[in-house]
Each structure stands twice: as structure tokens, then as C-alpha cells.
């Protein structure tokens, strides 16, 4: 007979759920350059990110973060933490959660939308340095928006089951599981659902 | 220190019965032969049989013995789409209503159904998770053919009054099934005080093999199996019997009449004590379900700040074993559908965790369970969004 298995997780995942690096203490954040949050409560996903920015050279110094969330969503941040340090803005803002997925070892599929949360608030966190240090045309948007932060639904997720056949939120949900979790997406998923139905098909 | 709040998942196997099944490894006839083979493992399921049926009042042939649980729901939602005139007529009480806290093999079968032209109806449950009769007393109409409300919860342990639901149905007509997996053992069960025509019941959750179960159908209710081709069971449910899980079983339910009337108590004093330790050394928590109506055994508490999960895995690293109804942990992102249910919000039912006592559950180990676990909460939060300045609970602390 077998001994109990490994957890589901990689052991890279696995140390850094147990021993996670550069976790903020206290609630104070005065003393960092840039400051990003992403997710929500009500999804069972928050990642927040703060740096300390060499200014000569634009390169972070130092990356901390709280995190709301299940184990692989604790182990991407503190992963993300470590992998951030020395690198410019410029490149750690095109870190891919792809990079964080193989810097863990690998994540369950059902566990991807977590390091997709922790490099959308690193981005956030530069965003924000840029704008507090007069440097708002280097802010860059994110080209593709979540509407649904709980199931991680885009406005193009949106867009594409409008194009399928969806015609009411109902319908929507049904398609995308769209706000089936908290519901606070519902009043801008019903304006994009009546954009996307507008544009497409006149209606 | 190892130990395993998980009762509710599954069960360790009672000595007893574990003895049972070894005597009973040398058994290997089929019940269906007629030699002495086969007349042994016959005799044997049968004696068993009668074991079942006298721990829930039923009789004899009132006891099919099935694969699981799950088995058993699928099989009485399932007469509603046979248009055979065995069977219930489908054609003209074409509707079902169930509850919102189902087990998911009750929610996704009458899911399903609902895809073959049944209508399916579900009754919303209080903030302690007890269904409302009025709503059940609006819904009841000629067109209802079948009712099916879980007489425990699994995730919050809340119980339903099972014998007034019974007459209401009865009443109007329909045909009333309670999915009883985690009641039977655990509280008195008798079928005919209950009034029911179907009951499920299944071994591992309390002290038997996995992989057997039961159904009680009511005398003279029709029936249609679930899966076909072979006489067993008289016709109601084919394939060779599970024979050594019979066996366990019979030997389970037999160890469960000795000893459930003093456990009760005792896992009542246990759960006070897990409750009252929570309260005092733990901020920011709520408890979940029914404060009196529920399962001794059965404590849901909500930690405000964290996920599920995360605690779940902590714990695990202590050798302390729990359940989250929650997100991640379960391979799905919807929190615990049970918690949504009662009212409880999104992010509280993402910190949930489910405690489940069993027989073997000491004090000793509930204590070590309260030393662990304010730390393990501690250590979550203080790496949570929720807490931070400006965050959702800063105030609170």
C-alpha cells in the first residue's frame, strides 16, 4: 500500500507556502515608492504589492505583499517577490503569469487565476509609482479588463458570448458563470452585455 | 500529534467491523449460485439485510443494498424520467422540488433532469440552514411528484424536521425522499415515525466500507431501477452483490445501535467545548448552522480574513485534518453553495472550515486542535489583504 501522497502542489510551492519571503508587516505603506492591489474579498482572491524603487537606475529594490487567498495564491506572491528584485520596471512589469507559474514549479490548471492576480497588482504597484513620480505617460493600461473578478471574466470573455448567442444576463451567466459568485459585476456586465449586443447585432 | 476532524468525508473503519471483513475475506460465492458457495454468501446477505432494515424500522424487503450513497439519490430522482407504467407517472406530476443545501449528487442529477423536461423547483433554507415550510406548503400541487430533503447536512449539520415535511407531502399527493447519509447513526432513524417512502443510507460515514449503501423503498411505492440486468436485489438493482461490504456494513450499523446512544452526549460536550474554545481565543469568527437542530458531531465556523484553503493546508502541515466547503481546495472557484444558501457572504463563506467528530474523537484532541489553530489564524492574517490599513477588517482589530 502507498504512504499519503504529496499535496497537489509542486515542492517549490510547498516551501513557499510553509516559509513565504518579503511578507509586509504591519499595515503601514508610507514607506514604499509604489503601492498596487488587485481582486476582491467577496472572490476569495486579494494579492497586494508594494516596491521600493531605485529612482538612478529604475529598478526595484525591494518587493513586499499581503495576499487573501488559497495556498497558490499565497506561494505566486511570495515567488513574485522574490523573482522582482533587481529587475527594471520596465521588465518586471512584463512578467507573464506564465513565468510565475514555472518559477513555482507548475500550477494546477484550476489554480492559474491565482498568479494572474499577483503580476496584475506588481503592475499595479508600478502604475502607481510612475503617477506619484510625474511620470503618467509611462502608465500603461491593461489591454483586455476583468469584469468578474470571482471567475476571472473579461470583457472580451463578454463580448464573445454576446457573439455566441447570449442575449440576457441570465443567458450570460449560464455561458461564462459571470458573477455567479459574489454579484458585484452585475450592473457592469448588463451595460457591456447591452454595448456588445448593440454593436454586433443592433439590438 | 495526528488526528482527523474529517467524520463527515469518511470514516476510519470500526475494529469490529474490520474484523467482520477479514472472517468474511474467505467468502466468495455469489449469492446468485445455488450451490453451498453461493448459499453461504446468500445467507450472509440477507442475515445483513435484516440488520439494516431493524436499525431504521424498515422491513426486509424494504432494503436494496446499492454502490454508494450518490447511487441511491440518482436512483429515486431518477424514476421521474421513466414513462413506464411501472413507474411513477412521470407525464403527470412532472415536478420535484429538493433544497438549495443539497448533496451535489442530488443538485446535479435534478440538474439534469431539469435538461429532460422535468421541472424542478428548490426551496430556500434560513439563515441556519432549515428549510421554509410555508415556501414548501406554496410549491405542493397536484403537478409534484417527488420531494427530496437531506434529513442532516454534510457541511453544517443542520437537521430537518423530516416527519412534518413528510405529511405535508403526503398530503398533497407526492412521494417524499430524505437523503440521510449523514443522519442515519448519528441520530434515531426510523422509517415509519418518519413517515418516508425512500431513505439513503451508506456505510462509511459511519464506521463501514466504502463503496455500499442503501436505499429503503417504502412497500408498494413504485420503483424503476437505476441500473439493469440482472435479478438482484429482486430485480432492483443489477450487479453481483458487494458481499464483504454488505458484511461491514451490517456489522457497522450493528456496532452503532450499541454505542450512538452514549456518543451523542459525549460529542455534544466535545463540539461545546471545540465552540466555546473558538470563541474565546479566536476574533472575527462566526459559526455556522442550526445552534440546537444540528449533529452533535458537526461544527462550520466562518474566519473572517481568510481563505479556506490556506487553512486547510496549515493545519494539514500539523497533522490535523478538516474540510473547507470552500473555493480552491474542492478544484472549484464558487464557495460553498450550502453557506451561500443560509446568507452567508461570499467572503466568509471562502474562510469556512468544517469540523466532524466521530467515536473516536477524544478531548485530548480537541484541545490540541484549539492550541494549533489560533496560531495558524494568526499566521494567515497577518499575511492578509483583509487586515491591512484601510482594508476591509482593520478596524476590527
Known sequence: MLQAGEWAYSETLKEHFMNPKNILQGENTDDFDG?????????????????????????????????????SAIASTSVLSEMVKGRTLDAAFHI??????????????HKIHCSVLGDKALRAAINNYYTRNGQEDKVKQELVKVVCQCMNITDHDIEDAVLEGARTYFELQERTKCGTVCGQCKEETEVLLEKFKHIHFGA | ???????????????EVKKEMIAGMEMFGNPSSMHAYGREARANVEHARAQVA?????????????????????TVLSLFVCSSSQCIPGSRRSTIITTKIEHPCVLETAECLAHRGVKVKYLAVDRYGKIDLDQLASLLNDNVGLVSVMMANNEIGTLQDIETITKMVHESGAYMHTDAVQAVGKVPVDVRELGVDFLTISAHKIYGPKGVGALFVKQGIPYCPLIRGGHQERGRRAGTENTLGILGMARAVEMRMVEMPEEEERLHTLKQVLQKGIEERIDDISINGHPTDSLASTLNVSFTGVEGEAILLYLDLEGIAVSTGSACASGSLDPSHVLLATGVDAELAHGSIRFSMGRETTLQEVEYLLDVLPRVIKQIRNMSTAYIKGGLHATSR
Open chain 1, 96 to 109: 507573464s503569469p506564465k513565468e510565475v507559474a514555472q518559477e513555482l514549479g507548475g500550477l494546477p490548471d
Open chain 2, 1 to 15: 500529534m495526528k488526528v482527523y476532524f474529517d467524520h463527515n468525508a469518511t470514516t476510519p473503519l470500526h475494529p
Open chain 1, 35 to 71: 503601492v498596487g492591489m488587485e481582486g476582491n474579498l467577496q472572490c476569495g482572491d486579494q494579492m497586494m504589492v508594494v516596491i521600493k524603487v531605485d529612482k538612478a537606475k529604475d529598478t526595484i529594490t525591494d518587493c513586499q505583499w499581503k495576499t487573501y487567498g488559497c495556498a
Open chain 2, 54 to 74: 431493524n436499525f431504521i424500522g424498515a422491513k426486509e424487503n424494504e432494503i436494496i443494498f446499492v454502490g454508494s450513497g450518490s447511487e441511491a439519490n440518482n
